[in-house]
């Protein structure tokens, strides 16, 4: 199964729509490749929060239709990174859309943790309640969003639903790389689960992003990492190695925590 990661530059220069048409050309470039990921928010950077409201579009709006061809286009499965998703019914939402090889929609996940600790995404867009996963002929892929990689029980979640592969498109900023490279890590040995983690590049609202888009198989070993700038990371994945994984080293089947209510003796503490 082949797989590529495009780590896209947001230029805060560059008008939406030639983005938008810069990277459906990047998609189509692809063909060939099995699934390709784009990164979190890159119509609008991560942390250009003014941006969200006026730049904010419905589901099946022009970034959804731009990808759904893309993909189609291509012949491959697209997970088009996410989307500031106006709900005509409630708050802006940070969506991700996940597209088949046909270029229709498989799923959409609405990021469940939102960062900034009351301020910026946090208090500007709603939260997701929902897990996604995703089957396709060769593994199931589980969906979750940049900050959602701090949370081990979200992933742990997507794993008990059958996820092998854990796809994660962000905006993550260069002063936490090592967080990055450090939590994509864990939870593939954790989970003993591929990880896929594509961040943008460039500078979203003064803050200089990440890049450093990174693969990492389920012994955590990292299988292919791009640099700081704009790229396309493609690398071939056995998915048949999840199993062997968790046939060779069974540490989830030892899981106590979590499977049903802990035991609490009268008076502790």
Not at 198 to 209: D, E, F, L, N
Not at 252 to 257: A, G, I, N, T
Request: with cysteine; aromatic share 8%; charged share 25%.
């Amino acid at each position: 199964m082949r797989a590529s990661l495009i780590q896209i530059a947001v230029n805060e220069d560059e008008p939406v729509e030639s983005r938008r048409e810069r990277v459906a050309a990047l998609v189509r470039e692809q063909a060939g490749a099995d699934l390709v990921v784009l990164p979190e928010l890159w119509t609008t950077g991560a942390f250009a929060f003014e941006e969200f409201a006026g730049r904010a579009e419905p589901l099946e709006g022009p970034t959804y239709e731009a990808m759904a061809k893309a993909a189609s286009d291509a012949g491959v499965w697209l997970h088009a990174g996410s989307i500031p998703e106006r709900d005509p019914d409630g708050p802006l939402y940070n969506t991700s859309l996940l597209f088949t090889p046909s270029g229709e929609l498989a799923a959409a996940y609405r990021k469940i943790h939102r960062f900034g600790f009351d301020k910026g995404e946090a208090v500007l867009m709603g939260a997701g309640s929902e897990l996604v996963t995703v089957r396709l002929p060769e593994t199931t892929l589980g969906l979750a969003t940049c900050y959602d990689l701090r949370f081990p029980e979200l992933f742990r979640g997507l794993v008990d639903a059958g996820a092998e592969i854990l796809v994660v498109p962000a905006g993550w900023p260069e002063r936490r790389r090592a967080h990055w490279t450090l939590l994509a890590r864990a939870r593939a040995v954790e989970d003993q689960a591929f990880v896929l983690a594509c961040g943008t590049a460039g500078t979203h609202a003064g803050v200089p992003q990440a890049g450093h888009s990174i693969v990492v198989d389920p012994w955590g070993e990292v299988l292919a990492e791009a640099g700081p700038g704009e790229e396309v990371l493609t690398v071939d994945l056995d998915p048949g190695k999840v199993a062997t994984t968790r046939e060779q080293f069974p540490a989830l089947k030892d899981r106590v925590l979590g499977l049903e209510p802990p035991r609490r003796r009268a008076g502790g503490r």
